[in-house]
């Protein structure tokens, strides 16, 4: 069949993270991307790699989103002021997205080098951030993974509907990435 005028791979990986945005990331399937862009099954293989492949451009639009929201937010900023606007933004972007965003979790497969380039993009951006902690090597890396692993978790749990008694959730954020920033600045130097 035919690839469709009009359509492109930039056009179905939008399509893609809409649906996953709106249904969910499982909910996205060639048959039901097919179906809402108006096309067979099969026309999507003009523009995607199968399943697979769609997830894995998902995950790179979504990286490369997540990275420049980042850089954005931190622009100019430094210390407990730069980790409270990464916080801030990596949450915007996973509320704002959150299909979007479940593509991007899973670490890139061995020898993808332009999905691993844009992870590593984010890293560079905390590690950056960081800095102003002095940490080094492993250290740092560690920080890197606790505050990824406090956002994500907060934001999973939000976005699913998980806080429900009646407190200012944006509070609890705040506090929880303070406790962060404590913890980095009570260490020793």
């Known amino acids: 069949m035919a690839a469709r005028a009009g359509l492109d791979h ?43 492949g769609l997830r894995r451009d998902l995950a790179l639009k979504g990286t490369r989103e997540l990275a420049r929201r980042l850089g954005r937010a931190v622009m100019g900023k430094a210390a407990g002021e730069a980790i409270f606007a990464l916080a801030d933004a990596y949450r915007a972007f996973a509320r704002e997205h959150p299909g979007l965003y479940a593509a991007t979790v899973r670490a890139a497969e061995p020898g ?29 890396i560690h920080a890197v993974r606790m505050l990824r692993s406090m956002v994500h978790g907060f934001v999973t749990l939000e976005v699913a509907g998980g806080f429900g008694i009646p407190l200012d959730i944006d509070e609890t954020f705040h506090r929880m990435i303070r406790l962060f920033i404590d913890s980095l600045e009570q260490r020793e130097p």
């Open 10 to 52: 930039a056009a179905v990986v939008q399509a893609a993270a809409e649906m996953a945005d709106s249904k969910g990331l499982e909910e996205v399937s060639l048959a039901a991307l097919a179906a809402q862009l108006g096309v067979r099954s099969p026309t999507l293989y003009h523009y995607v790699e199968g399943l697979s």
């Open 112 to 140: 993808d080098h332009e999905l691993g380039a844009a992870q590593q993009e984010i890293v560079e951006i905390v590690l950056r951030v960081l800095a102003a902690y002095h940490l080094q090597g492993d250290e740092a």
